[in-house]
């Protein structure tokens, strides 16, 4: 649904979906918010905040008025608020809504790990970016071990979580142990993909980085020229993902001194493409202590 054709499909669908079981259910029940909540999901695929945003108080307010306060349900609609003001850039509305997520998630579930897991798991993503990093450090330290502790039905997100965690630590200037991370989330990213799938390819990006932050500029491009081949093949010249690992490598060349080379790449891409690129090779590089990294 997150590419543009599919989601303009979808989009009538869901909007008779909705139309159909409120006539049906009426407005104040949970079928209607349910679907309400599907189709806000859809319009903040496609950047449609104010709608979305629209959709969203609603399903809240069906919920709030149908359900205890602190029902898990009131926490996911928090957390999908949460997720639009993400999205909106409203990043300390976004880790209070997450907070309040996290503390009904305790409150209804203290003996589910996954659930706790994913809860502070989302928490560490608008706490990150608020530059308090010792806090996420310690958030995300505790998703993983929820999620270690349940095992392996949860290696997709141990292995999220543990590139998150990675990513302060990096912050931190913990690269080693950001590379034990890192490591562990290729690892189980391999196992789990193949070496061929664009999802391994991107989880080598963030080794890529930690290369290019020692120094190693020859490796890390070496390393995300790879990524970008599988990238391309698979997902095509101007899909998002190829745009990352563009902007990754003209990254690289801008910190390893040689910022025409990332221009280069930049003349052969669509104008959108060209700009992101000549960005990245133009701004002065970041303090690798505070540099934030996928």
Do not use: C
């Not at 659930?115 to 706490?127: E, M």
């Amino acid at each position: 649904m997150r590419e543009e054709g599919q989601a303009e499909a979808a989009l009538p669908l869901l909007e008779r979906t909705l139309a159909l079981i409120e006539a049906h259910y009426g407005p104040d029940h949970l079928m209607t918010a349910q679907a309400a909540k599907d189709l806000a999901g859809l319009l903040g695929n496609m950047d449609r905040w104010d709608e979305q945003l629209l959709l969203l108080r609603r399903t809240l307010e069906i919920y709030e008025r149908v359900l205890p306060p602190d029902d898990l349900e009131v926490a996911f609609a928090l957390n999908d608020f949460a997720v639009h003001f993400m999205g909106t850039g409203d990043i300390a509305e976004a880790r209070s809504l997450m907070d309040r997520v996290v503390a009904i998630t305790e409150a209804q579930r203290p003996q589910d790990r996954q659930d706790l897991a994913s809860a502070f798991n989302n928490l560490g993503y608008p706490t990150r970016l608020l530059g308090d990093y010792e806090a996420p450090r310690r958030i995300f330290e505790r998703a993983l071990g929820l999620f270690r502790a349940v095992g392996e039905p949860m290696r997709r997100a141990i292995a999220r979580t543990a590139g998150n965690l990675g990513g302060v630590l990096v912050e931190l200037g913990s690269l080693q142990e950001a590379r034990r991370l890192y490591e562990e989330a290729f690892r189980i990213t391999l196992a789990l993909y193949g070496p061929d799938h664009p999802t391994t390819a991107l989880s080598r990006l963030p080794l890529a980085r930690l290369l290019a932050w020692e120094g190693r500029f020859d490796g890390a491009r070496e390393s995300v020229q790879g990524v970008l081949a599988v990238i391309e093949k698979s997902r095509g010249p101007d899909h998002s993902e190829t745009a990352d690992a563009l902007a990754r490598l003209a990254q690289i060349e801008r910190d390893g001194g040689a910022p025409e080379r990332a221009l280069r790449y930049a003349a052969t891409r669509p104008r959108g493409l060209a700009l992101v690129l000549r960005l990245a090779a133009s701004v002065s590089p970041p303090d690798p202590v505070v540099a934030r990294t996928a």
